[in-house]
Each structure stands twice: as C-alpha cells, then as structure tokens.
C-alpha cells in the first residue's frame, strides 16, 4: 500500500497566480480531507470531499476549490493567490467520515 | 465552538526518561481523538485513534488515554529515545459542529538528548 502520496512536494508561485495540488488516498478510501497548516500552528481544515461531493468546508474564501474524481482522488486548487497563502498543504484520506486520518507528506506552497 | 490546547509547547528530556504530553478539548462531544507526530516539514504520521467510547489506546511504548468528561487526553511515552524527537499533535473530530473534520492544537515540541 502506497499510503497517501501528494503531488509536488514544492511548489513557488507568484502573487496572483494560480496553483493545483494534487493527492491519491490510500487504497479503499474514499474520504479526502485538506488543510493548510502554517509554521508552527496545527493544521487548519479547508474542506472535505466524500463521494465526489464537498462534505463540509472550513473558513477558507472561494479562492480555495476542489474536486474529487471517480477514483477518490482529489485535487485542491487555489486561484489569486496572496503571499499569505505560503503554507504546507497537507491531504488526509479516512476509510470513511469520522474514521483514522492518514496524511500525504504535504505540499509545500511559497508565493512570491 | 471547539478548541483543542496543547502544554507545554516545548519539551525538552534526556534519553530514557518516561514523559506525558497533555492535549486538553473544550466540548465533550467528539467522535474520536487522534495523537500525531510530525517532523520537521514532513507530514503527519498517525500515532493513535481513540474512539470516543474508550479509555485508552497502546502502541509498543506510546499509550494514550482519553477523559470525556474533563476534555482531556494524555500520551504516554515510555523510555524515551532520541528518534522520538518530533512535534506531537492531538486532534479531536467534533460531534457538533459542522464546518470542520479534525480540529488540532498547536502541538508539543519533544527534544530527546543522548
């Protein structure tokens, strides 16, 4: 089992631009959760996705969107980007709601 | 609305010591709690699950305990060892209230020296 594998590692955009992180679930689950975790703070929730419909949603503005494909996997892109959104961009797959969370090794976000 | 506090935020122990790192949640109302640990710039590995109707969870030397009712849950590391430098994060998934999945604290910062 690959675990949950993210994609890129790392990422540097420009003010404005806009970026896709991309993330595969471990196999058989079909939960997919992102969060942005700035430097020393815990992660922050930006959205969940289950069947392919968004589940719930954190207090992110629109800028910050996502889909999840028929294979459960998930991408999260953000447009406009700000020099705030800098961060490391962490996925989490779970069997099901309200189950383990087992997270990708993130992606690292600079914008310039 | 949920809140999730962890002390201290740095810890600092020399090698063999047994330690506890303290996560502390302000509604009882959780569908679990998970204890995570996560090095520098890398992701979160999971620790341990408890569900909300158990006590504790064991793994090897890591044990976790869970208090509904005083909102509180403890992780137990035994014989520390300095590759259990790392930060340690607790997180709860609310039982009420909508918005959200995991909720974190800002974690523990364990230093092992040898």
């Known amino acids: 089992d690959a675990g949950v594998t993210q994609s890129p590692t790392h990422l540097i955009k420009t003010r404005g631009q806009q970026v896709t992180l991309r993330c595969s679930p471990k196999?058989?689950?079909?939960?997919v959760s992102w969060y942005q975790q700035a430097l020393g703070q815990g992660p922050q929730f930006i959205f969940q996705?289950?069947?392919?419909?968004?589940?719930q949603r954190g207090n992110f503005p629109d800028r910050f969107s996502g889909h999840q494909f028929p294979n459960y996997s998930s991408e999260l892109n953000v447009n406009a980007l700000l020099l705030g959104d800098s961060a490391l961009y962490l996925c989490a797959s779970s069997p099901t709601v309200h189950t383990e969370a087992f997270f990708g090794q993130g992606t690292r976000l600079t914008v310039v | 609305k949920q809140e999730v506090t962890q002390i201290p935020a740095a810890l600092s122990v020399p090698e063999g010591e047994n330690l506890v790192l303290n996560c502390s949640f302000t509604?009882?109302?959780?569908?679990?709690l998970q204890w995570f640990r996560q090095d520098p710039g890398k992701g979160l590995t999971s620790l341990l699950l408890i569900q909300s109707s158990q006590r504790e969870q064991t793994s090897g030397r890591l044990n976790a305990s869970l208090d509904k009712s005083s909102g509180r849950s403890t992780l137990y590391i035994a014989a520390s060892q300095p590759g259990d430098s790392a930060t340690y994060l607790c997180?709860?998934?609310?039982?009420?209230?909508?918005?959200?999945?995991?909720?974190f604290g800002k974690g523990t910062t364990l230093s092992v020296s040898s």
């Open positions: 997180a709860v998934d609310p039982a009420n209230q909508a918005g959200t999945a995991l909720i």
């Open positions: 196999s058989g689950h079909d939960t």
């Open positions: 509604d009882s109302a959780i569908y679990n």
């Open positions: 996705y289950y069947e392919e419909e968004e589940r």
